[in-house]
């Protein structure tokens, strides 16, 4: 009895010692509108895995030129597919590693409720001071932003206007903290479990803008790495689909 129990003992101690052996850590650069899917799914995805995953957010733009110059990534979750594409190319991306990870959906929003109607008519109005907007050139968000402007043929009207954000999570903060009236931002930043959490809001149809697909990929310096390759599987699940769901994307 003594030998079977020791046995057991054993067996047991070697399956607790061999966890952290198999656990992995990954760098992981997300675009700064997925911040509260990612930490949720990330969440699920530690408890469910042993790996652990340090998350980086931001603008879209800026992770490339880091990942360019050498920043020690191993996975991106971008804003568009543009970025992840060219890493490819760059030979910074492994290619069959891409997929779209959420289809972003753009929204005209403002703290105050019954300001922003359900057609985004306040636009024309402009009985605004300040309009913030995420720098097109760095988010897609922001870009989005201004093909609506433009297709409504009120982007010159509008532009004195602008407070720009470096990223989205800046632009929402001018509009939450009042610096700005309204402000373009990500569906996902004013929704959860399916309902937008306050002020006012206009849910841009998505027509009036090219679609703002959000891709990953796995970085060439992560390509040997056990957790950058289960978190990105992770993201195909039916469990983080529906998280990614619930903040207001499509997949």
């Known amino acids: 009895m003594k030998t079977i129990m020791r046995s057991i003992l054993l067996a047991v101690t070697g399956i607790m010692l061999a966890i952290p052996a198999m656990a992995a850590e990954v760098n992981v650069a997300v675009a700064a509108n997925f911040t509260a899917p990612m930490k949720q799914i990330v969440a699920e995805f530690e408890k469910e895995t042993g790996h652990k995953a340090v998350l980086s957010f931001g603008a ?82 922001g870009v989005a932003a201004m093909e609506v402007l433009t297709k ?31 402000g373009f931002i990500a569906l996902s930043q004013v929704m959860k479990d399916g309902k937008i959490t ?33 978190l990105l599987g992770y993201l195909k699940s039916d469990k983080a689909k529906k998280i990614i769901r619930t903040y207001g994307y499509e997949i």
């Not at 590693?97 to 403002?110: D, K, N, P």
């Not at 206007?161 to 610096?179: D, L, P």
């Open 60 to 141: 879209s733009g800026k992770f490339y030129a880091q990942i360019k110059n050498g920043a020690p990534f191993q996975l991106l979750l971008s804003a568009d597919d543009e970025k992840p594409i060219q890493l490819v190319k760059d030979g910074l991306g492994v290619a069959d590693s891409r997929f779209t990870y959420a289809i972003g959906t753009l929204v005209l929003w403002s703290p105050k409720a019954g300001f922003v109607d359900a057609k985004g008519d306040v636009l024309s109005k402009g009985l605004y001071n300040k309009l913030a907007i995420a720098n097109p050139k760095l988010a897609p968000y």
């Open 198 to 230: 306050s002020g006012s809001a206009w849910i841009v149809p998505g027509k009036l803008h090219t679609p703002i697909r959000q891709d990953a990929v796995l970085l060439s310096n992560g390509k040997d790495n056990a957790a950058a390759r289960a």
């Open 152 to 182: 409504q043929g009120l982007l010159s009207a509008i532009t004195p206007k602008f407070v720009q954000g470096e990223n989205i999570s800046q632009t929402f903060q001018f509009v939450s903290t009042g610096n700005a009236e309204l």
